[in-house]
Structure formats: C-alpha cells, structure tokens
C-alpha cells in the first residue's frame, strides 16, 4: 500500500507557563499531516515527539466530551473535529479559547463556567416534590413539545459560545449563553415547573437583558445548539409572563395507569410432560 | 504546594469589536452599538445648538447656521443620518428576533449544522437593503441639495 | 425583577416611537428638497422666520417635547446597558444609573422649557 502524503504544517502554538508568569509567547512546530488528520492528532504529534511540555485538554477524540476547544486560526473550533486540510495553509495558529482564564498553554479554567452552569439550576424541578423523590409513573410528553427545545439538550459544555460572545468578553457578571440556553432548556420543557425559581436568576440586568443578539455563540457552536435561538425564546417567555399574556401550559402530567387489563394467554400448566 | 493563579484572559472591549473571523451579524452587533453612541454623542452638540443659540435671537442664529453650512458639517451630519438609518432598520430587526419573531423553530441538528440567525439571513439581508435605499435619500438631500 | 423586563421594553417601545417622530422631525426639517418632489414646497427649513413660525404652533410644541422624552429615554438607557457591562460592584451600577437619570432630568427640563416658552413670544 503507497504510503499516506504528508505535507509539513508549520503550528504556531500559544505558550504560557504559569511558574515563570512570562507574558505568553507562540513557538512554532513543524508537523507532518496527512490526509485526515485533525488538529487534535497534530497537538498530540507535538507532545509525543516535540515538546512533551505542552499542555492542553483532549479526551473522547470525537466532538462529544467537549474538552479540546482552542482558537484555531482566530475561530473557536473543537481541535478534535477540525481537520487540518480545511484551512488550505501551511501556516495553523492555536490560541486558547479567549474569556477563561489561562492555567497552562492551551487549557483555560472552565470552573467558573461550569459554576455559573449550575447556578440557573439545571435539572427538573416540580412543585410536586414526593413524585419527584420517589417517582410512581413516567411524565407524558407529546412529540412536539420534546422538538420544541431537543436542540438545545444537545449542548456538550465546550464553553466556545461564552468565548465567542462579545458580551462575555467584558461583562464578568454575564452569566453567558451556555447557561441561558440551558435556563431555557429547562423551562421550555414542560415536565419541568421551575420557572417562578430561574426567572429571577437569568431576568436582571447582567442575564439575559445583555444578550443583544450577535448570534456568535450559534455560529461557532460545533454541536448547532444555536443558544442564540434559546436566548431569544427565554426573553419572549420572561416578557409574556412578565406582561401576563400568552397561554401557560400546565406541567405534563403523569402517565395513567392502563384502565384495562390485557387478558391472561392462556398457558399450558406443565412445560414438562408429567408423569 | 505553592497554588498557581491562572492568568486572566477576558478579551475586555476589544472583544465587542473583533474576537475572531465570524459572520456578519457579530458586526451588525458592533456597529449598532456605535451608531446608537454616535448620535448620542451628535444630540448633546444639536441640544446645545438648538436651544442655546436659539434663544439669544436672530443674530446669533444665522451665525450658528452659517458656521455649521461648512462641508465638513454637512459631511458630519450625513454620517449621523447614516447612522440614524442603519440604527432604527437594524433595531427594528433586533425587536422582530430578540421577541422570537423572525427566528423560526427549534430543529434537532443535522449536520453540517445551521442557526436560525443565519438561516433567516435574507430577512436581515432586506433591512440592510433597506438601509441603503435610505442612505441614497440622504445623500440626494444633504450633499446634493444642501450645499 | 419585572422591572428590569419593563424597562427593556419601554427601550423598544421608545425605539418605535423615535422612529415615528425623528421621522417626521427628519421629513419636515431636513429633507425638503425630496419633499419638493411630492410637490410640497416648503421653503428653508432651518430659516429664521420658518423656525419663528413653527415656535408658535403647539403641535410642534408637542412634536419635540414628546420626541425629547423618547430620544433621551432610549438614549441614555442604551448608554446605560453599555457603561454597566464595564462594571462589576453594584455600588458602582447604582451610582452610574442615577446619575444618568439626573443627567436625563436636567436635560429634559432644560430642552422642553424652550419650545413651550417661546410659544407665546
């Protein structure tokens, strides 16, 4: 079999080494790609035989986990999903996803994401606290309702919607549009009952009323949850409630038990034959 | 063990103007922002104009309009007509989208994957359009007519 | 918390209404000459005598008072959101908030003593 084409790919990688505190500083490495190669299987060429200091995030390899976002070529990709051969240039510069704070090289701090994520309570919450505890029956959900907010449960909290936010890039007390599309999630489904308990939480000032619409987060989200859309559906919600229009939607209810009982097949006593 | 800050990396205000290569919208974003301060900015000097210099009488008035016929004025202010233009179409795209209105519905993703911003680009590309047509208005009247 | 959804919505309901008044304030006064082409003549606008005789009119009175309450409404409202997203303490945010609305007063006051006074010189 003829050996894969390689072509050598200068990488131009942000460093940052967090004992000297230097200001942070590209080093170039030259990587042989081939034919679909990502960017992920570059930087993991790099560490294995160029520098092995270099440090950045990478486990599932397949665009699931959400761990290996990084600006690449000034736009937040997922370095596993990215393939070397899309930009068509000999020259790839990896920066770490601008608006988290930078630990090493390439990995930022995601803990303040991941704080502000659980601050809008992202699970059910119902009134009826005894079903939700100790569960009797499933909720009954029609299809529609479930295709009213499925593409926003797709979110894999890469966090490159907040890098790509320009709110988010000043505002520090923003809550950023992974977690008010994930408020919307929650309150566009209707098992859940929690809206009285978010709406306070993501309607202030510095929630979901600093969301001018730029539509960034959308573009650059590498699973097409379009938080954007979240946002904008979370606002004409708070606004209907706020102003008292618009029909509510009482929360599903549980499925019944079946009324009628399927009649007994009749079977033979014995499987075996006696006697 | 000593415990390591990490180093902030928040782009600040630069980021309102350019965080990386995105589409249009990012930067319809931006220039709303400075068109709406721009004529803020324009108000406070046409406030002064019309209030200060008009209340000292005919005299004062004429000079005021005869220093602000200067091209460089008429330039000014068909900038801010301009802006006046692209802030009242654009934000009148804003209240369509940002009440749900113009974005569509939900749709389980399927790749290669599309947002609703971008899939309603026509509506937006029709303000734009609009925009223009007024900007083409304002050039015949201000440059035009009113040297 | 309703009032911060009140006060997002009077931003819209005032960018409406601005463009309803600063349009007819835009038509009337600085696009004459497309007027013209509609066959209305109305002379130079920005004159001294056009300005001493719209001044007497209480509908224009009224055009510009309600057109500065809106503009300075949405204006400094807008000045607002974009300070406040600088800003974290909320001492800061409140002392920024009512300053703009003591600058917004003032002003208020200020420009709509002129028209309604001079409606009777």
Known sequence: MEKPKTEQITFRVQRYDPENRAIPHFQEFVVPCSHGMTVLDALIYIKENLDSTLAFRTSCRMAICGSCGMLVNNYPHLACHTQVEEFCAKKITIKPLPNFPIIKDLVVDLTPFFEIHKSVKPYLLRSDVKEMENPTAEYCQSHETLQSFLQFTYCIKCGICVAACPTSASDRLFHGPQALAQCYRYCGDDRDDGEKERFPLVGTDHGVWHCHLAGACSESCPKGVDPALAIQLLKRRLVSRDLGIGKKTPPAPKVQPPTETKPKVPYPEFTVKQG | ?147 | MKRYTYVWLWQLITGVLIAVLLGIHMVIQHLDKILVFFGVNLGDTTSWSSMIERSRQVTWAGVYVALLAVLLYHGLNGLRNVVLELTTSQRTERAITWTIVAVGILVFVWASYVPIALLNK
């Open chain 2, 1 to 147: 063990m000593k415990v390591l800050e990490p180093r902030p990396n928040k782009l600040g205000i630069t980021g309102w103007f350019y965080a990386g290569n995105y589409k249009l919208e990012r930067y319809f974003y931006i220039l709303h922002r400075v068109t709406g301060l721009g004529i803020l900015l324009f108000l406070v000097f046409h406030l002064t104009a019309t209030t200060f210099f008009r209340i000292q009488g005919e005299a004062v008035w004429n000079n005021t309009m005869s220093f602000l016929s200067n091209p460089l004025f008429k330039a000014g202010e068909y900038l801010v007509a301009v802006a006046f233009a692209y802030h009242m179409l654009n934000g009148f795209r804003l209240i369509l989208q940002e009440l749900g209105f113009m974005m569509g519905k939900p749709v389980p993703p399927i790749y290669p994957f599309s947002d609703a911003l971008r899939k309603k680009r026509r509506w937006t590309m029709a303000f734009i359009g609009i925009i223009v047509i007024l900007c083409v208005i304002f050039f015949y009247d201000f440059i035009i007519g009113g040297w």
